[in-house]
């Protein structure tokens, strides 16, 4: 995992308003990371051209996020 393409995913999370994203208490540039909402999620767009896997993944557990609106 360490050497999947990370830059488009983790510049879109921090366009989209999360901050913070750390591994192993450094700035992220691979997995695992954690990822911290600063409120409400605002749009995400991610350049999946290089790996779709990430966009899965992100299809996958964004709904499960309390930093993203209801309804």
């Keep these: 995992m360490r050497a999947r393409p990370m830059?488009?995913?983790?510049?879109a999370l921090t366009g989209a308003?999360?901050?913070d994203l750390r591994a192993d208490g450094q700035p992220a540039t691979h997995f695992p990371f954690t990822l911290h909402p600063s409120g409400r999620l605002g749009e995400l767009v991610v350049d999946a051209?290089?790996?779709s896997q990430l966009l899965s993944a992100l299809?996958?557990?964004l709904p499960l996020s309390p930093a993203l609106?209801?309804?």
């Design 7 to 11: 830059a488009g995913l983790l510049e």
């Design 17 to 19: 308003g999360c901050r």
């Design 49 to 51: 051209s290089a790996s």
């Design 59 to 61: 299809l996958m557990v």
């Design 69 to 71: 609106p209801s309804g």
